[in-house]
């Protein structure tokens, strides 16, 4: 017979030890997901470990507990629960859910009071039982068949504590925990004990008195005035202590312990919330590919043509391109497709690219393109040598506005989205990473005539939509217009100074090396920095830094962890310093030199612009929007990206402060519209209002508080986000939060009123209407919900930014050509956007590039550009 085995966990204290032993992490929804991350690891350890045949996870039921009636100051002066983690229990609830773990909370009773009581009832029926908590209240608890795992720093590390180890540690018996705490009380709990006696006083009386009632009736035999005068004036207070700390074992739990029998998880729901929450790393684990087959029901005719006539080129036609993603630059076209009122059609790559005829209609703005991805399409083309022009209508953009929370991977993921299954998935017809595969043939030839007839389909209901949203001129006027601008961009491409790049590396190479050697000299010996294992011996055994943090396979070396160490000892700093230029190294310096194109000597990044929900550009292959500036050594990198032609330049011009701006505008906050409108700088009008001091008795300090309150409010940062970033009590930042709304009301207002109307109609919208629908508004979960009021907020000030620079781009195109200058745009980044130019017409730039950016639209407060130039990107910062 199976042993019986019951592991009862302390979900509270795990889930705050998990909280704040991992940073704060977001899922790309948004929504914060450390403490659910930490708590899923311990459960999958436990499961693993334990073989658990019963369990139970217990919470707190709410703030007071039969406790409150004997000391009503019981676990008083406590922190709330920072926001970020209440929004996170429950994720941890539907977890245990979909691992189909029993979970209970009982009203007036602690979690700790649940687990006492199932505890001793499991140990009667003779089961072996596990207790797991940070708490260590619970050894109280500790039998021979009962152990408790107590996490220490960290969330997979733990102490057993069973009656030797107590023994060991106390010197006392598991019983005379609670003795302990009535003598030294708990700081945690806010419970009292005896004043002046701390834990070795304890111990020792305990040790020669065995229990506190016995301590209390022998006070004539505690050595020492002071703490026999101590023991006698709060007897009462020790007694109360112990009553307050003592597990109640016989809580009126209505859960058997045949009810808390554990069965095994369901893989199904592990599975959907762990890509809800972005577990990637844990999907992993299940080793399982989801099922990628579907049906497709409609029947299709098809001709493979090699001749094109005007039955095919027609003044109006959906026009689909196969491009294989992984060698797009190099645009290996595999196949085409066009899809018209008189049939569908299959054009192999040879016949399209030689032919005179699909050139010539191709380069026509007055035949009409329906097709998917425009940029790609345009740029796979231009690489051939082929012109396009007359897209009239973009169905991957067109999906994009009109849901932009969506994915949308292939043409048969829009069609799905829209009750069409006339086309199979990519990932289905060819399959995924070994099991790729390119089909030859008519099936291949259906699969691209599919993917033109879903575009003919789409067409008019989306074009419907869009006109119902009132967003057809952000298709036709911003995005449509923008994907050729791009498309321009990218097949232009940025040179980059391969040389300059090389020699960064030999510099980096150099630096490394010395760092190397100081780390070995701090260390007294050579190991490998690289490895976390080796690192971790030299730092906490042989060096003996305090450790942070433990995980399973040793002590942590993180980034975060490091950072605590910072000050306790210089070694600490070299091997920050190490890994931030071995980042560099790798990831910018060799990662950007395998991306210059053999031809052009150019870098050709891709611009995605169907990926933010706030409708932000984004860069891939590589990604320029994330090269890092903070260390010198970082920002020098841009001094291999270098104008195309001698006596060029590279001009920047950037957006200053454009999402305060938004905000001012959208908000109508006078004091904001008031700062901007004279010039002041808004860092530090923010200051004076917020602390009530005149311009020049705004300390550097005071602006800084005040720039982290100014781009964080609108993105609902808490008093505990607040804290954290700026290195201050919870108190402070909420006081901070509150007299920063008591100041600009017009924003209060504002984060008020678009949250009421998020609720009522389901969505928020930016100035040029783009939308984000937000459905998590009205959700019951807490956490669901707290982040979509966050997103409410924040959407319309990105996503109008994004809009204005989007605008601006188009309007900068049409100027450079109406003024028949030669001058470039080849990158945008975040607010920023960089041209080439000849020196002759920087005079012109100056002033054309500041007027086009700031007149893109037009806000209550007057948009401001900054602009600089010089021979690198480097120098035109």
């Given amino acids: 017979m199976t042993k019986k085995k019951l592991v009862l966990i302390d979900g509270n204290s795990i889930a705050y030890r998990a909280f704040f032993a991992l940073p704060l992490l977001n899922n790309d929804k948004g929504v914060h997901t450390n403490a659910i991350y930490g708590f899923t690891m311990i459960l999958m350890k436990i499961l693993e470990d334990e073989k658990p045949t019963h369990m139970l996870v217990a919470f707190d039921a709410g703030k007071t507990t039969f406790r409150h009636k004997t000391f009503q100051e019981y676990k008083g002066g406590r922190q709330k629960t920072p926001p970020e983690l209440s929004e996170q229990f429950p994720f941890i609830r539907e977890l245990l859910d979909a691992y189909q773990v029993s979970r209970y909370e009982l009203v007036n009773y602690e979690a700790d009071d649940i687990i006492g009581t199932l505890s001793k009832q499991a140990e009667v029926d003779g089961y072996e039982v596990k207790v797991i908590s940070g708490d260590k209240d619970l050894t109280q608890l500790v039998t021979s068949k009962v152990t ?115 069965e095994g998880f369901n893989q199904e729901e592990v599975v959907r919330l762990f890509k809800e929450l972005g ?34 080129l027609t003044d109006e036609a959906a026009l689909y391109i196969e491009v294989l993603e992984e060698s797009y630059h190099h645009a290996d076209i595999i196949g085409f497709s066009i899809v018209n009122a008189n049939g569908n059609y299959f054009i192999p790559t040879d016949i399209a690219l030689e032919s005179d005829a699909f050139k010539k209609w191709a380069n026509d703005d007055t035949k009409k393109k329906i ?43 829009v069609a799905r989205a829209n009750g069409l299954t006339v086309v199979q998935s990519d990932e289905s017809f060819y399959g995924k990473g070994a099991k790729r595969s390119i089909p030859s043939g008519k099936t291949l030839q259906e699969h691209i005539v599919r993917k033109g007839q879903a575009l003919h389909l789409l067409k008019d209901t989306l074009d419907d939509q869009l006109e119902k949203n009132d ?5 036709y006027e911003l995005e449509m217009p923008l994907a050729l601008i791009l498309a321009q961009m990218e097949a232009t491409g940025v040179v980059v100074d391969v040389e300059r790049l090389k020699e960064m590396g030999k510099n980096l190479a150099e630096k490394l090396q010395t760092l190397e050697e100081k780390i070995y000299e701090h260390a007294g010996e050579k190991f490998n920095i690289n490895s976390p294992k080796q690192l971790g011996v030299i730092l906490f055994e042989k060096l003996e830094l305090p450790v942070i943090k433990k995980t399973k396979t040793g002590y ?64 891939i292959d590589p990604n320029l929007q994330n090269i890092p500036i903070r260390l010198e050594e970082g920002r020098k990198i841009r001094q ?57 008795e705004v300390t550097s300090n005071m602006r800084r508080q005040a720039k982290a309150v100014n781009f964080g409010i609108v993105y609902g940062i808490s008093d505990y986000g607040l804290s954290q970033s700026l290195g201050i009590t919870r108190k402070e930042a909420g006081e901070f939060i509150k007299r920063y709304l008591e100041s600009f009301v017009g924003v209060q207002d504002y984060m008020e009123d678009i949250v009421r109307d998020a609720r009522e109609k389901g969505y928020v919208k930016t100035l040029l209407h783009r939308r984000r629908y937000i459905p998590e508004i009205t959700s019951r979960n807490f956490n669901l919900r707290s982040f979509a009021e966050r997103t409410a907020m924040n959407t319309p000030i990105q996503g ?34 960089i041209f080439e130019a000849p020196k002759e017409e920087i005079s012109i730039l100056e002033k054309l590039v500041p007027e086009v950016m700031e ?11 900054d602009y600089s130039y010089g021979d690198s990107w480097y120098d035109a910062k």
């Avoid at 701006?661 to 519209?673: F, G, P, T």
């Fill in 148 to 262: 408790v795992d107590i996490t220490k720093k960290g969330i997979t590390d733990v102490d057993s504590y069973t009656p030797d180890f107590v023994m060991e540690k106390y010197g006392l018996t598991p019983n005379q925990i609670i003795d302990m705490k009535g003598l030294m009380g708990d700081t945690s709990d806010n419970i009292p004990g005896v004043p002046g006696v701390g834990e070795k006083t304890a111990i020792k009386l305990l040790k020669e008195f065995e229990t506190l009632e016995n301590v209390i009736s022998s006070t004539d035999k505690v050595s020492g005035k002071k703490l026999k005068e101590k023991l006698e004036e709060f007897s009462d207070q020790a007694l109360m202590s112990k009553q307050l700390a003592t597990i109640d074992c016989e809580a009126p739990v209505e859960m058997t312990l045949s009810q808390l029998e554990y």
């Fill in 800 to 833: 109008s930014a994004a809009d204005i620079i989007k605008k601006a781009m188009i309007d900068m195109a049409a100027r450079l050509k109406q003024e028949k200058l030669q001058s470039k745009l080849l990158l945008q980044v975040h607010d920023e956007l």
């Fill in 471 to 475: 967003q057809s001129a952000l298709l």
């Fill in 279 to 312: 577990f990637n790393s844990l999907l992993e684990k299940f080793g399982e590919e989801e099922a990628t087959a579907e049906e497709v029901i409609e029947d299709i005719s098809f001709e493979t043509v090699s001749n094109l006539s005007d039955d095919i």
């Fill in 371 to 413: 097709v998917y991805d425009g940029k790609k399409t345009t740029v796979a083309l231009q690489w051939k040598g082929i012109a396009l022009q007359g897209i009239s209508f973009d169905i991957l953009i067109a999906a994009y506005l009109l849901n932009p929370s969506e994915t949308f991977d292939d043409v048969s993921s």
């Fill in 640 to 696: 291999a990206f270098v104008p195309s032609k001698k006596d060029w330049v590279i001009f920047a011009a950037d957006y200053s402060q454009i999402e305060l701006r938004v905000l001012a505008h959208i908000a109508k906050d006078e004091n904001l519209i008031e700062a901007f409108q004279q010039d002041l700088d808004i860092h530090t009008k923010t200051a004076m209002d917020v602390f009530h001091v005149e311009k020049d």
């Fill in 556 to 619: 942590s070396t993180s980034a975060d962890v490091l950072e605590k160490l910072e000050d306790k000892h210089d070694i600490v700093r070299e091997i920050l310093h190490y890994r931030q230029l071995g980042k560099l190294q790798s990831t910018y310096i060799e990662g950007l030199l395998k991306v210059v194109h053999d031809d052009t000597h150019k870098i050709h990044t891709r611009f995605n612009q169907v990926l933010t929900t706030t409708g932000r550009l984004s860069s």
């Fill in 855 to 865: 007149n893109a639209v037009e806000l209550v407060v007057p948009l401001k550009v």
